[in-house]
């Protein structure tokens, strides 16, 4: 089973994707982790894409694709299923990984929106950064950070939508309640 995690910055893809990869035995994938990972070990991608990260924009597709092409190779033999967070994150992208599966025989199975607004995700980052003080959860680069969803990653809603692929879940509820929602439509898709 292979899902995409969607929604703007704050809108609990993290904690969630951590949350329903443990219930099922999912790999995590999160490429933000995967980066901030490569930033933290000073490799010479992460030297190249710590700038990129803290203004708030999108790494180049080239390299997202090839780190997503490696893990996918990597995990396919340690997990029956993947949970992608923060990835895809714009059209190409979404082209990209559907290439990437039908290489191997594999192909999406669902995406799950979820839904917060603009308001309840500001207030969430600002919390987050006094928890985890991640760089890039300043206000200006979560401007940046918002802009980019908007402009980029949105549009794969409509995408998905005209695949039937997607299912919209309200994020505003607590963790628990949004972590149930997803569990259903998991179970759901396993039942069909
Ligand atoms: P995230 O943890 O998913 O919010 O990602 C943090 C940052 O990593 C983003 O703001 C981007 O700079 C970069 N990033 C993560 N995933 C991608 C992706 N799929 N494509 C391009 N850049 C990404």
Redesign the pocket.
């Known amino acids: 089973m292979i899902i995409v995690l969607l929604g703007p910055?704050g809108s609990g893809k993290?904690t969630q994707a951590e949350l329903i990869s443990k219930e099922f035995n999912f790999f995590h994938f999160?490429?933000?982790?995967i980066?901030?990972n490569e930033v933290k070990n000073e490799t010479k991608i992460g030297k190249e894409i710590k700038s990129?990260?803290n203004a708030?924009?999108?790494?180049s597709d080239e390299i997202?694709i090839k780190i997503v092409d490696m893990q996918i190779t990597e995990q396919l033999k340690n997990y029956k299923g993947f949970l992608f967070?923060?990835?895809?994150?714009n059209l190409d992208?979404a082209k990209g990984l559907d290439e990437l599966l039908n290489t191997r025989n594999q192909k999406l199975t669902s995406v799950i929106e979820l839904c917060v607004d603009q308001d309840e995700v500001i207030k969430r980052i600002q919390k987050r950064k006094l928890e985890e003080n991640r760089e890039?959860d300043t206000e200006d680069i979560l401007k940046s950070?918002l802009n980019?969803y908007l402009n980029e990653t949105k549009p794969l809603l409509d995408f998905y939508r005209e695949r039937r692929k997607l299912n919209k879940i309200n994020g505003i509820k607590s963790i628990d309640n949004v972590n149930n929602k997803i569990k259903d439509v998991i179970l759901t898709l396993k039942s069909t």
């Not at 708030?56 to 790494?59: A, D, E, N, R, T």
């Not at 967070?85 to 994150?89: A, K, L, Q, S, V």
Request: cysteine-free; aromatic content about 4%.
């Open positions: 910055p993290g999160s490429t933000g982790n980066l901030r990129i990260i708030g924009k999108l790494i997202i967070d923060g990835f895809p994150r992208q890039d950070r980019v």
